[in-house]
C-alpha cells in the first residue's frame, strides 16, 4: 500500500512555456501533500505544502506566482512550473502521508519529475 | 543550526560488510525518525520508521534512536551490491526535515 505517482517522470520544454506536474497517491487518500526540489548531489528541499481544498503553504524564498500548486481532491495535487527558465531546472518530487492512523505518518514519495528548461 | 545532520561521505564498502550510517539531530522534541534510501533518479523510498527511542529491526536493515544523545543510526548486514545507493535520514514533526545524504557503494 501507500503508492504515490508522479507523471511525467521527465519533461524537456522551451523557456517561456508552463509545465504541469501531477501526484497522485493511488491507494489512500491524502488530504496533505508535500512538494520538493532537489539538485544534483543534495538533498530535498521542502517547495510547499499542498492542502486538500485550500491554499498552498510555501516555505521562506519559494516563488508561489511561479510554482503554483492545486490539490483539488483526495488524490490528486498538481504542480505548474509557470514561464519556466533555464535555472527551473531540477528534479521535483512530491510525496503524501500513508494511510491515517495515529500520530504522524511517514511520507510516501513519487518517483520525480526531471524537468530541462531550454 | 540544521534540523538535521549527516555525513555525506561517499561510504565505500566491500559486499557482506555491515553498514553503518548516523545522523544527529538538533531539537529534542522530534519523536519520529525515519530513513529513506533513494536510487539515482528515483524518488525516497521509505526503508525504516520509528517512534521515539529504541530499536527497530527489518531483515538486513536495524535503525536505532538515542534521543538522549540525539543520534539516530542505521545499520545494514550482509550488504550487497543492490544496496549501493543514498541513503537518507530524516526527523518528522508533520514536516520532514532530512539529512543531506550518506553516499553508499557496495563493492562486489
Known amino acids: 500500500g501507500a503508492v504515490v505517482s508522479q507523471h511525467p517522470s521527465w519533461v524537456i520544454c522551451k523557456s517561456g512555456t508552463s509545465v504541469k506536474i501531477e501526484c497522485r497517491s493511488l491507494d489512500f487518500q491524502a488530504t496533505t501533500m508535500f512538494w520538493y526540489r532537489q539538485f544534483p548531489k543534495q538533498s530535498l528541499m521542502l517547495m510547499a505544502t499542498?492542502?486538500?481544498?485550500?491554499?498552498?503553504?510555501?516555505e521562506q524564498g519559494v516563488e508561489k506566482d511561479k510554482f503554483l500548486i492545486n490539490h483539488a481532491s483526495l488524490t490528486l495535487s498538481t504542480l505548474t512550473v509557470t514561464s519556466a527558465h533555464p535555472e527551473d531546472s531540477s528534479f521535483y518530487i512530491c510525496?503524501?502521508?500513508?494511510?491515517?492512523?495515529?500520530?504522524?505518518?511517514?511520507?510516501?514519495f513519487g518517483d520525480g519529475t526531471r524537468l530541462s528548461i531550454l | 543550526q540544521k534540523e538535521v545532520e549527516q555525513d555525506p561521505g561517499p561510504l565505500s564498502v566491500p559486499e557482506g560488510a555491515i553498514v553503518s550510517l548516523n545522523c544527529t539531530y538538533s531539537n529534542s522534541a522530534f519523536q519520529y525518525f525515519m530513513w529513506y534510501r533513494q536510487y539515482s533518479r528515483k524518488g525516497p523510498e521509505l526503508l525504516m520508521y520509528?517512534?521515539?527511542?529504541g530499536n527497530k529491526e527489518d531483515g538486513r536493515f536495524t535503525a536505532q534512536v538515542d534521543k538522549s544523545s540525539k543520534y539516530i543510526s542505521l545499520f545494514i548486514r550482509d550488504s550487497q551490491p543492490s544496496d549501493s545507493a543514498t541513503y537518507l535520514c530524516a526527523v518528522n514533526d508533520y514536516k520532514l526535515s532530512f539529512g543531506a545524504g550518506t553516499t553508499v557503494t557496495v563493492r562486489a
Open positions: 499542498s492542502n486538500e481544498g485550500s491554499k498552498a503553504t510555501y
Open positions: 520509528t517512534y521515539s527511542s
Open positions: 510525496s503524501a502521508g500513508g494511510p491515517s492512523g495515529t500520530g504522524v505518518q511517514p511520507q510516501h
